[in-house]
């Protein structure tokens, strides 16, 4: 059973940096093709924030909105990846959800999610 923790979230204000982490409490998350954040604001659809893949290259995406702000990386214990966000805005208000992904043939496709964690930022 893959569980997935997040945490880091809270409430800031426009123009503070927060730090997401997602623990995999199964274990290492090298076993997973690839790792993301996503988020949810209210009344809208859940979107990919950033990913990063579990190969040597560890490469990473990021939505249009997240570049130059946010980054994703891989912790040195093998089972965390971390979300840092810089000079966050309101827009960036939305509850932020840890994803890892696994083959289905050869589609890396998101199938554990964690709980999510809120992100609040005030103006």
């Known amino acids: 059973q893959v569980q997935l923790v997040e945490s880091g979230g809270g409430s800031v204000q426009a123009g503070g940096s927060l730090k997401l982490s997602c623990a995999a409490a199964?274990?290492?998350?090298?076993?997973?093709?690839?790792m993301a954040w996503y988020r949810q604001a209210p009344g809208k659809e859940r979107e990919l924030v950033a990913s990063?893949?579990?190969?040597?290259?560890?490469?990473?995406t990021y939505a249009d909105f997240a570049k130059g702000r946010f980054a994703i990386s891989q912790g040195d214990s093998l089972n965390t990846v971390y979300l840092q966000m810089n000079n966050l805005i309101p827009e960036d208000t939305a509850v932020y959800y840890c994803?890892?992904?696994?083959?289905?043939?050869?589609?890396?496709?998101?199938?554990?999610w964690g709980q999510g964690t809120q992100v609040t930022v005030s103006a």
């Open positions: 994803a890892a992904g696994s083959y289905s043939g050869r589609v890396c496709t998101y199938n554990y």
């Open positions: 199964s274990g290492s998350i090298i076993s997973f093709c690839a």
């Open positions: 990063i893949s579990m190969t040597m290259d560890q490469t990473t």
